[in-house]
Nanobody, 123 residues
Framework: QVQLVESGGGLVQAGGSLRLSCAAF????????MGWFRQAPGKEREFVAA????????DLADSVKGRFTISRDNAKNTVYLQMNSLKPEETAVYSC????????????????WGQGTQVTVSS
């Protein structure tokens, strides 16, 4: 079982930037795709971004393309989400996830979730 610990959330003004981090413990991090999801109050959780096991392929939701970047450092067992030009409607709890299958190009089936980090974007 892998444990995921997010950090980097907080309060930012509209148009600002934040970088989220997700550290993984307990499994061969570099063998698994990682991703970020978010859930706003009263809404369903939605996909934001994913990166394959090697870091060579990324997948972004249309709503964040051109503003968000996902990356990973396998030496540090950490995945990052750089968020630029944030909008108030992107206020949500952001959670990272690891795929349960080896060597996938995106999140196909979530194996574990982090506890989430709150991102609040003020207008």
């Amino acid at each position: 079982q892998v444990q995921l610990v997010e950090s980097g959330g907080g309060l930012v003004q509209a148009g600002g930037s934040l970088r989220l981090s997700c550290a993984a413990f307990g499994r061969a991090f570099s063998s698994f795709a990682m991703g970020w999801f978010r859930q706003a109050p009263g809404k369903e959780r939605e996909f934001v971004a994913a990166i394959n096991w090697s870091g060579a392929k990324t997948d972004l939701a249309d709503s964040v393309k051109g503003r968000f970047t996902i990356s990973r450092d396998n030496a540090k067992n950490t995945v990052y989400l750089q968020m630029n030009s944030l909008k108030p409607e992107e206020t949500a709890v952001y959670s990272c996830a690891v795929d349960r299958n080896y060597y996938t190009d995106s999140i196909v089936a979530v194996g574990s979730w982090g506890q989430g980090t709150q991102v609040t974007v003020s207008s």
